[in-house]
Each structure stands twice: as C-alpha cells, then as structure tokens.
C-alpha cells in the first residue's frame, strides 16, 4: 500500500523557516516525480513545487520561488520541503502527493497518491 | 482566483446527476493537457478520481465519469449518494503557470 506522511509542520514567526518532510513507503520512490501542493484552510489547493525522479531537476510557483527549495532523499525515501522567509500568507495544510504519467501528445501528469498533509501557521 | 475556473458549489438529491464544470484556456485545456479530478474530504488525503479527462482508477465508482471539450471539462456524477458529499478539484496544467488546480466545487447532497 502506497502510503505518504508529512510532518515537520508547526507554528512559526513570519521571516523564519521550517523544514517539512514526507516519509514515502509502498513503492518504489525513486521512480516518481513528487510534488507539494498547499491548501489554506478553508480554501482550495494550490500546488506549490515538483521534483523529478532523480532530484535533478525542480519547478515552482511564482509565489514561493526563492523562498522555498524542494529536495528529496532517495536513499532514505523522503522527500523534503525548505521553507525560508515565510510569511502569513504561506499559512496552510502542506500535502505531498506522488506524479504519475502517461504519453499523450506529451507527457501528462497527475496525482495518484497524496499525504494528509501537515499544518504550517506563520504568526507572531 | 484560480486560472482553472469552478463553480464553488452544486446540489442534488440522492439519485440525481450532478455536473461540475472546469473552464481554462488556450495556455492550458485548451493547449491539450489532459484534466484530472480529485475528490477530497476535510482532513483527508486527496483521492484521484478520473485522470486523462476520462480515464477511471480501479476502485472509482461507474457513477463518476469525465468529459473534456476545447477549453473546457466537466465532472459528472450519476446516481449522488450521501457519501459523495465532498469538494471536488479539476487538475491540468498550463504552459505559463506549470501545475494548477481549479479552485474547488463543493457538492451538498440534499
């Protein structure tokens, strides 16, 4: 069974960071691209970064390019989320959720698998 | 205010059909990336629905299927019962704006 759990979340003053992680099992994780996806509560998702398989290469939203690094572990199946510079707008649910693809006129991709995600409030 | 637009909300009896529109653009649907849809409870993980417009997962009742038409998607759902109250996500991805979401539907069984 495909499982995903974040942690790592937590109360945080605006300008500090967090570090989140998502502990993969179920599967082998070094063959998937992985994302994060976000969702304030109350609101709807909003994605937020993605990796590929290798760690080689990475994409962002414009709204937290420069503040946040994604970065994965394939030794130990984790997956990870830097979070510096973190304002109260970054407040939300934080989900990993696994990419699978087919070959349509290019490759496509959607989520499969997703964590439950782990709660980052920035205050002061 | 998501690039992929939902109605925020719809309604039905149990029995009846529901539909749920997801409306993009020429950078996204429209530019031929697929749509995809997840369902998703309060507090629970997201749960795939339909992927590649409309392709079901092993598991995913018949009572749910997908549609897509120019810039356009819609979800469908034939025979709503209780537990098919939840909000519920279209998915693609645009040329500009890489992954995105629409922004949510929520579907109140009466």
């Known amino acids: 069974e495909v499982q995903l759990v974040e942690s790592g979340g937590g109360l945080v003053q605006p300008g500090g960071s967090l570090r989140l992680s998502c502990a993969a099992s179920g599967f082998t994780f070094s063959s998937y691209w992985m994302h994060w996806v976000r969702q304030v509560p109350g609101k709807g998702l909003v994605w937020v970064s993605r990796i590929n398989s290798d760690g080689s290469t990475t994409t962002y939203a414009d709204s937290v390019k420069g503040r946040f690094t994604i970065s994965r572990d394939n030794a130990k199946d984790t997956l990870y989320l830097q979070m510096n510079s973190l304002r109260a707008e970054d407040t939300a649910v934080y989900s990993c959720?696994?990419?699978?693809?087919?070959?349509?006129?290019?490759?496509?991709?959607?989520?499969?698998?997703w964590g439950q995600g782990t709660l980052v409030t920035v205050s002061s | 205010q998501s690039v992929l637009t939902q109605p925020p909300s719809v309604s039905g009896a149990p029995g009846q059909r529901v539909t749920i529109s997801c409306t993009g653009s020429?950078?996204?649907?429209?530019?031929?990336?697929?749509v995809h849809w997840y369902q998703h409870l309060p507090g629970t993980a997201p749960q795939l629905l339909i992927y590649?417009?409309?392709n079901r997962p092993s598991g995913v009742p018949d009572r749910f299927s997908g549609s897509k038409s120019g810039t356009s998607a819609s979800l469908a759902i034939t025979g709503l019962q209780a537990e098919d109250e939840a909000d519920y996500y279209c998915q693609s991805y645009d040329s500009k704006l890489s992954w995105m979401f629409g922004g949510g539907t929520k579907v109140t069984v009466l």
């Open positions: 590649g417009n409309i």
């Open positions: 020429n950078s996204n649907i429209g530019a031929g990336y697929d």
């Open positions: 959720a696994r990419a699978s693809y087919y070959d349509s006129g290019g490759y496509q991709y959607y989520f499969d698998s």
